[in-house]
T-cell receptor
Framework: AQSVTQPDIHITVSEGASLELRCNYSYGATPYLFWYVQSPGQGLQLLLKYFSGDTLVQGIKGFEAEFKRSQSSFNLRKPSVHWSDAAEYFCAVGDGGGGSNYKLTFGKGTLLTVNP | GAVVSQHPSWVICKSGTSVKIECRSLDFQATTMFWYRQFPKQSLMLMATSNEGSKATYEQGVEKDKFLINHASLTLSTLTVTSAHPEDSSFYIC????????????FGDGTRLSIL
């Protein structure tokens, strides 16, 4: 069965500092990988996704992530964090069920706090 | 971009009542819809997958008689929590997908359910 591990439950960074959120996955084939962001009491917003091709993917709000098959990782990065980036971040793996109706398995999330 | 509307956003009701949550795709045909449950400060857990016109497929451990899912049209799926009790209090989120496209799933904003 597929699984996702986000080792960091809570990360605090200063505004303007760089950010890296870690994500490791377990999946038997080439995975579909996603990063979502959730503000308190809200739904999920897709930051970026990896299906195939270039292993460095660009997303919205200045985020990027790199798929490293050898490390089973899909870490999220941002060069300069803004206070509005404070939120919960979820990494997810899809089972590649075809089209877009794949099942998603989420990690436990990383809460990002941004200090002024 | 694609929009998924979830209603209501927050509901409080007495123990023993049934609660219906709606999930609508506003500008695309949702051949598949997913229902997730999220406990406070935890990740999203997939409850069930529903394909339009078919019975929902429930994940292991989810009571199908407790959580009734209907997906009668390509734009609407409903989740009914029957005879709700305080332990059913949670944040419920739906997502919708068009299996004929390569677009990722789109999430609703969630429904906060509180059972007194």
């Amino acid at each position: 069965a597929q699984s996702v591990t986000q080792p960091d439950i809570h990360i605090t960074v200063s505004e303007g500092a760089s950010l890296e959120l870690r994500c490791n996955y377990s999946y038997g084939a080439t995975p579909y990988l996603f990063w979502y962001v959730q503000s308190p009491g809200q739904g999920l917003q897709l930051l970026l996704k990896y299906f195939s091709g270039d292993t460095l993917v660009q997303g919205i709000k200045g985020f990027e992530a790199e798929f490293k098959r050898s490390q089973s990782s899909f870490n999220l990065r941002k060069p300069s964090v803004h206070w509005s980036d404070a939120a919960e971040y979820f990494c997810a793996v899809g089972d590649g069920g075809g089209g877009s109706n794949y099942k998603l398995t989420f990690g436990k999330g990383t809460l990002l706090t941004v200090n002024p | 971009g694609a929009v998924v509307s979830q209603h209501p956003s927050w509901v409080i009701c007495k123990s023993g009542t049934s609660v219906k949550i709606e999930c609508r795709s506003l500008d695309f045909q949702a051949t598949t819809m997913f229902w997730y449950r999220q406990f406070p400060k935890q990740s999203l857990m997939l409850m069930a997958t529903s394909n339009e016109g078919s019975k929902a497929t429930y994940e292991q451990g989810v009571e199908k008689d407790k959580f009734l899912i209907n997906h009668a049209s390509l734009t609407l799926s409903t989740l009914t929590v029957t005879s709700a009790h305080p332990e059913d209090s949670s944040f419920y989120i739906c997502s919708a997908a068009d299996s004929h496209s390569n677009q990722p799933q789109h999430f609703g904003d969630g429904t906060r359910l509180s059972i007194l």
